[in-house]
């Protein structure tokens, strides 16, 4: 059985920061890529951070470069997000995603809030 389980969200004060975690179980992790979106209310899910599944290569949209960082232990399975410089308009539901050929697997989403 496929899981996603994400983890560490939290209601953070603008100019924070946050460490999100993606446990992952049931598919072979190191042929995925994995990726972590966020939706906020009213809008569309959109892609934050990318990483490949070996040669860890990353891409992030430009509204988080420079401020987030994705990174993945294939020996635990896991995928991370370093959030810094947390901006209120960051503030959303966060989900991971893996993903291989045309093939997706979704967590249930952790919720952010950047907030004073």
């Known amino acids: 059985q496929v899981q996603l389980v994400e983890s560490g969200g939290d209601l953070v004060q603008p100019g924070g920061s946050l460490r999100l975690s993606c446990a992952a179980s049931?598919?072979?992790?190191?042929?995925?890529?994995m990726s972590w979106y966020r939706q906020a209310p009213g809008k569309e899910r959109e892609l934050v951070a990318r990483?490949?599944?070996?040669?860890?290569?990353?891409n992030y949209p430009d509204s988080v470069k420079g401020r987030f960082t994705i990174s993945r232990d294939n020996a635990k399975k896991t995928v991370t997000l370093q959030m810094n410089s947390l901006k209120v308009e960051d503030t959303a539901v966060y989900y991971c995603?893996?993903?291989?050929?045309?093939?997706?697997?979704w967590g249930q989403g952790t919720q952010v809030t950047v907030s004073s």
């Open positions: 049931g598919f072979t992790f190191t042929t995925y890529s």
């Open positions: 995603k893996a993903a291989r050929l045309g093939n997706s697997y």
């Open positions: 990483i490949g599944p070996v040669s860890g290569s990353t």
